[in-house]
């Protein structure tokens, strides 16, 4: 598919003269030794892209992963990461689908290669190689005019970010003032941080009873259970990837703790959770300050919340938008997209209100 670098498109070019031509196509790829050491030398690259991480969404929701190359004409100009899985018979590539607890999927490609043109070639290999009837993106470099004119519907879902680079000080006073005196009283209150050992069975026990806590508060049930935490640890931890945090107070209890990935530039706020009764020792702040400071100390140059919401600001965030983008083969396919969406939301309710019954 021809391209030209640029946003404007007349005649399936992408026009910003004087630009290079570029003719992408996608080709799936078996995940040899060769590959995954190819797919590690991309400054776009994230762990969501690495071999570990897929293993833990492959598990967790059965499906299928898809590593393909993106070339130029016979050149290779970069590589596509998503999953296959099956809804209703039908076939579905998510990159990734709402639900999965994963993030940015995508490509990675050479610098100066559109993320637009990759997107134009990787539709018809989504619904004709692959013959898929759904598929789903969202790519950390992808904005919303890239996706324009190319059948796709799309949200915004930005996420918030913090830049390591400048020094803790600068870091710390970045953030509200409040949000430096619940810091500073979670210290006065003797509320400790520290690692949590992957191989500690307990762990995942006590985020996710603590999970079940914050979701509570919205007469909500968590959406995952226990075992995808455990194959998150499972299949991150042996790569040293992974940040377990846990808050204890002054007792020793834990009462907040926190699930971190880490990989190349940039950390991810995967989970956190605390109880209720304690969240006035101001746990939380507590975590994502060692966080950072964890973080900083090993040159990542990024803090990722993965998602916004109001309350991460505190932290002296920044918003970058990162739409999520769809298409289906028809529109019944669309719809059961959304009834499905809506199914989940029905159910999660549901199963709330049973459990508060049964108390």
Known sequence: MAARRGIIRQEGLFIEPPGEIFMLRLHRAEPTAALWADRATYDDRLIFHTEPWLRFVAESQRAEPVLATVTDGPRPVGHFTGLLTRRYGLRILGSPMAGWTTSYLGFNLDPGVPRRAALEAL????FGELGCAHLELRDRGLTEPDLAGLGLRWAAAPTAVIDLTPDEDALFGAMTGACRRNIRKAAKSSVVVAEADPADDTFAGEFHEQLRDVFAKQNLVPTYSIERVRALIRNLAPGGRLLLLRARDGEGRCIATAVLPWYHRTMYFWGGASWREHQHLRPNEALIWHALRWAKQRGVAEFDFVGG???????????????WARRSRSPLVAGLRDAAKEGFALKQRAVARLARVSR
């Open 123 to 126: 539709v018809p290999f989504a």
């Open 309 to 323: 919401n109001a309350y991460k600001a505190k932290y002296g965030t920044t918003e970058v938008p990162v739409p």
